[in-house]
């Protein structure tokens, strides 16, 4: 089985900051990677797909990046409503498996 | 616009059963693969189970196999998975997950229902 580790779990920035989140893979997962943004109560929701695809409908400071074991989300300029977990995603290989989560918090 | 329509879920009782539907519209259902995924409260998020467009494979993560069944009803875009010798650690959100297809593949996690709850305990 695949094992995601991201990093951090938590952080916290202020509106306008660049803000970068890391999964990490413990086999080659392609590109087949998402990311998620879950808010308290509600259903994740996808941002990016294969590792660096927007999900159209997506805003653009949303960005994702990497392959194989090594992949990146940045936020380039953090917005108030960006306050929520983020869950990276592999689908390589069953059993999908999601890292932990980061909780991103605006200060 | 997708719709993803979750209904069942509730209180039972550990060796009890459940069925969960989810009732999908805006989308041609039959051409995509259907999964679900369950997040215990606080807490992160399972795969459960995939069940691929035509209805002719399915998979499991090991925790349910034997206990859990995925079924589609193509025809009424339906998706169900029925639950059975519940523990009190599948208490748990299920939500139920549509791929995403782009150029000629496939991504998982597309569009997600609202979730239902189901609790198990005595």
């Known amino acids: 089985d695949i094992k995601m580790t991201q990093s951090p779990s938590s952080l916290s920035a202020s509106v306008g900051d660049r803000v970068t989140i890391t999964c990490q893979a413990s086999?080659?997962?392609?590109?087949?990677l998402n990311w998620y943004q879950q808010k308290p109560g509600r259903a994740p929701k996808l941002l990016i797909y294969?590792?660096?695809n927007l999900k159209t409908g997506v805003p653009s400071r949303f960005s994702g990046s990497g392959s194989g074991t090594h992949f990146t989300f940045t936020v380039s300029s953090l917005q108030p409503e960006d306050a929520a977990t983020y869950y990276c995603?592999?689908?390589?290989?069953?059993?999908?498996?999601f890292g932990q989560g980061t909780k991103l918090e605006i200060k | 616009e997708v719709q993803l329509l979750q209904s069942g879920g509730g209180l039972v009782r550990p060796g009890g059963s459940l069925r969960l539907s989810c009732a999908a519209s805006?989308?041609?259902?039959?051409?995509?693969?259907m999964s679900w995924v369950r997040q215990v409260p606080g807490k992160g998020l399972e795969w459960v189970s995939t069940?691929?467009?035509?209805?002719?494979?399915?998979y499991y993560a090991d925790s349910v196999k034997g206990r859990f069944t995925i079924s589609r009803d193509n025809s009424q875009n339906t998706l169900s998975l029925e639950m059975s010798y519940l523990r009190v650690e599948d208490t748990a959100v299920y939500y139920c997950?549509?791929?995403?297809?782009?150029?000629?593949?496939?991504?998982?996690?597309?569009?997600w229902g609202q979730g239902t709850v189901v609790t198990v305990s005595s």
């Open positions: 995603q592999q689908y390589e290989n069953l059993p999908y498996s």
């Open positions: 997950v549509k791929d995403g297809h782009y150029d000629d593949s496939a991504y998982f996690g597309d569009f």
């Open positions: 294969a590792a660096s």
């Open positions: 069940l691929i467009d035509s209805g002719s494979a399915t």
């Open positions: 805006g989308f041609t259902f039959k051409t995509f693969t």
């Open positions: 086999q080659d997962s392609n590109h087949y």
